[in-house]
C-alpha cells in the first residue's frame, strides 16, 4: 500500500489549516472514508481513486497558490467552515473535476 497519498493529504490537513471535515467536503467522499486515507493509509482506488488524486493535485495547488489557504484561523464554527468550503471549491472549480456518472 503506498503513503504517497497519505502523506501528501496530510501536508495539506497542516499547510492549509484543514480539518477532517474540510478535506471530506473538497473530496465529496465521506468523513470516514476520508478518515481512513489519513489514519488507517488506506489508499483510494479504481475510478472513484482516480478521482480522488485529480482532487488532491488541485487541492496541492490551492494550497500552493496561497489564495484560500489556510483557512482563516476565525473559521471555527462548523457553518463557516462549510460556507468557506463551498466558496473555495466554486472559485477552485476549473481544477477540480465533477465526478461524472459511467455511460
Known amino acids: 500500500m503506498s503513503s ?3 502523506k501528501r493529504l496530510d501536508r495539506c490537513l497542516h499547510d492549509g489549516a484543514m480539518t477532517v471535515s ?4 473538497w473530496f465529496e467522499r465521506p468523513y ?3 478518515r481512513k486515507w489519513l489514519y488507517e493509509g488506506t489508499d483510494p482506488w479504481g475510478p472513484a481513486g482516480l478521482e480522488a488524486f485529480r482532487r ?3 487541492l496541492e495547488a490551492a494550497i500552493r497558490d496561497r489564495k484560500h489557504f489556510p483557512i482563516p484561523v476565525k ?11 463551498q466558496k473555495v471549491l466554486h472559485d477552485v ?9 459511467a455511460n
Request: without cysteine; proline residues 6%.
Open 22 to 25: 474540510d478535506l471530506a467536503r
Open 93 to 101: 472549480n476549473g481544477r477540480v473535476p465533477r465526478a461524472r456518472a
Open 32 to 34: 470516514g472514508t476520508v
Open 75 to 85: 473559521l471555527s464554527a462548523p457553518k463557516d467552515r462549510i460556507a468557506y468550503m
Open 56 to 58: 488532491l493535485d488541485a
Open 4 to 6: 504517497n497519498f497519505r
